[in-house]
């Protein structure tokens, strides 16, 4: 099987990174002729090195201070880091700040060059050695070693690949759908537009559709190219190349996010755990780097340890749980951490800390509990994978082991104890309103948005097994009802006489079914249920779809629109209404419905008896 690393070279301006790599694959960079004049990389340039099974990607990165932003796009996609220290010059500016960006960024696996050993003595190259030794040993947790290596010694170079394909892959958490951030954007003639990237999240397959965040639009994919190479499918943590169709190059731009609709949501504030290497003053200006976007961004410190802290950007930020950034000014690197909650819930401040805690330390359970107590009529688990980085089933599993916690697997909600007592408390409202109300999972999930029909049938059925309800059929209904069933053979008998009798006394205003249903408290689809056997029977009539008249009403109703016809030589809007002080919608209605008589004729909205038909009558 095909193994792929993604090697950043990092370090200082002129110390020797694109020659190395020029050294090790015969590739010079993606060179401008500005670029190749001056001998340096501005911008981000990409390049493999093969051997059996194994593919190394290197990303070239530049290494002037002035083109930091440009490094850290590229660092997001890095594996391992090659950082490279010219033997001559020792660790210089860039090199710590490269160092730093990388550590930030997650990146735990080092491969330190002293390169240009030609130039050189060897007590300068024991004295870098051990200064390149006293710098890392100050980043808690990296793994490095150090070799030395001179474009000019092929044994060295030789020694160089082999450490580097002897490297570890990162490893890359699966999410379930592709992340991918845009980090150049190009034409290619005959093609059109091409992006590059490294596959940050899941697979990508030729056939997808790509959903790019920003546009909020589906793209098509034309190719995909991993390593130069066509191919049906880019694997997880692979460095590729889109061609897209539909869209111009002009319109996308390095940092832009491709995904999968559905998946990710964007906001403009998120809450981050905090690695700093500079004092961040509360409520500062600051530039924000997540993937290879960047934005401004404005930082709110939570508490007194400078720990935790709120970021508030000026666009949409499409972040996942412990997705890592960078924190820079004008002139630096001032820290930077990982991202814990890209969903901002509403919640007091010492909660909030107790929450950012709790995802600090991957807490889920305790997360949970937190954010139960901030949606008291239940927390839907559907962005589980953005908020947490857990398939959602792990997060039903978490929440099911919450004492007094309700989970609805079917729509994705778990409800607290609040959740349950306020349902409670809707019941009693209303029976305390209807005491003849027939109460069902359906009714009072279609009275309240936040109610899942699981969780109301539990909460209906808890009442009843306490004796605050009975049960009749499949209703609930008060202790004390009032509801006489004994000439009756079914609920659904009672119901269909209790709507006719409602419907007839209604005369010529009969109120819309949903109105009914809820001003008798019963669910709209027993209701439905009853007004198609109406129907059926011949008891009611539909003249529109929300007015059903009794069918007494509708013959009554029509032999007073003929007197008035016969009386006045028309009907028309006017004079209806001067006979029956109704609304326009009901005497449109009735108007449209006397059309469908043969003997009716309607010449510019007054009806008039058809000459033929009215002698012969």
């Known amino acids: 099987m095909q193994t792929n690393l993604i090697v950043g070279a990092i370090g200082h301006i002129d110390h020797g990174k694109t020659s190395l790599i020029e050294s090790l694959n015969g590739f010079w960079g993606d060179s401008t002729t500005q670029e190749k004049e001056q001998g340096i990389t501005l911008d981000l340039s990409f390049s493999h090195l093969t051997k059996d099974n194994q593919t190394i990607a290197f990303i070239d990165v530049p290494g002037h201070e002035k083109l930091v932003k440009n490094m850290i796009a590229g660092a997001f996609g890095m594996d391992c880091a090659m950082l490279v220290v010219a033997a001559n010059e020792g660790i210089m500016p860039q090199t710590l700040e490269h160092l730093r960006i990388a550590f930030l960024l997650g990146i735990r696996e080092f491969l330190v060059v ?9 007590e300068m190259k024991i004295q870098r050695t051990k200064d390149i030794e006293s710098l890392l040993h100050g980043f808690k947790g990296i793994h490095y070693q150090i070799t030395q290596a001179s474009i000019h010694d092929k044994q060295s170079i030789d020694k160089l690949q082999s450490l580097l394909f002897a490297l570890p892959k990162r490893q890359h958490k699966d999410l379930g759908f592709f992340r991918y951030y845009i980090d150049r954007v190009f034409a290619i003639k005959g093609s059109g537009c091409v992006v590059s990237g490294t596959l940050m999240d899941g697979d990508l397959n030729l ?10 639009r589906n793209l098509t994919i034309k190719a995909l190219q991993t ?18 169709s539909g869209i111009s190059h002009n319109e996308l731009t390095r940092g832009d996010l491709l995904t999968k609709k559905g998946y990710l949501r964007g906001f403009d504030t998120i809450e981050v755990e905090l690695s700093t290497f500079h004092k961040i003053a509360h409520n500062s200006e600051l530039q924000l780097y997540i993937g290879s976007m960047r934005c401004a961004c404005r930082i709110l410190l939570l508490g007194a340890q400078m720990k935790f802290a709120t970021l508030k950007t000026k666009i949409p930020i499409f972040s996942i749980f412990n997705e890592r950034f960078i924190l820079r000014d004008d002139k630096e690197t001032l820290g930077g951490g990982r991202v814990l909650s890209p969903i901002v819930d509403p919640m007091k401040k010492s909660q909030k800390l107790e929450f950012l805690e709790s995802l600090s330390q991957s807490d889920f359970k305790g997360a949970f509990e937190i954010l139960l107590c901030a949606h008291k009529r239940g927390l839907g688990l559907i962005s589980t994978i953005q908020r947490f980085g857990i398939p959602q089933s792990a997060a039903l599993k978490i929440a099911s082991e919450i004492p007094h916690c309700f989970v609805c697997p079917k729509e ?26 027939l109460l069902s999972a359906a009714l009072l999930a279609q009275k309240q948005s936040w109610i899942a029909q699981d969780f109301a049938k539990d909460v209906l059925e808890e009442l009843f097994q306490k004796g ?31 709507i006719h009798q409602t419907l007839l006394a209604q005369g010529y205003e009969p109120i819309a079914p949903y109105n009914l249903y809820d001003a008798l408290d019963i669910d709209r689809k027993t209701g439905d249920e009853v007004f198609k056997r109406l ?6 009539v539909r003249l529109s779809h929300k007015l059903f008249i009794c069918a007494e009403n509708l013959t009554k109703l029509l032999e007073l629109m003929r007197k008035i016809i016969a009386k006045d030589g028309y009907l028309d809007i006017n004079n209806f209404k001067s006979h029956l002080n109704l609304s326009r919608k009901y005497l449109i209605t009735y108007l449209d419905y006397l059309d469908c008589f043969e003997d009716i004729t309607n010449q510019d909205g007054k009806r008039t008896f058809k000459v033929a038909h009215h002698k012969e009558a």
């Open 412 to 437: 994705l909600i778990a409800y607290p104890k609040s959740a349950r007592e306020t349902l409670t408390e809707m019941i009693t409202k209303i029976l305390a309103k209807n005491k003849n109300a």
């Open 468 to 498: 605050a309800l009975d049960k009749t059929e499949s209703f609930y209904v008060a202790k004390d009802n009032p509801l006489d069933f004994s000439n009756l053979t079914n609920i659904t008998d009672y119901l269909h006489k209790t």
């Open 227 to 244: 390593h130069g190479q066509s191919t049906q499918i880019a694997y997880n943590g692979s460095r590729v190349a889109i061609n897209l």
């Open 114 to 122: 002293l390169s240009k050993c030609d130039l050189a003595t060897e």
């Open 535 to 540: 129907c059926k029977e011949k008891k009611i």
């Open 207 to 216: 056939t997808d559709k790509v959903w790019c965040a920003r546009l909020e």
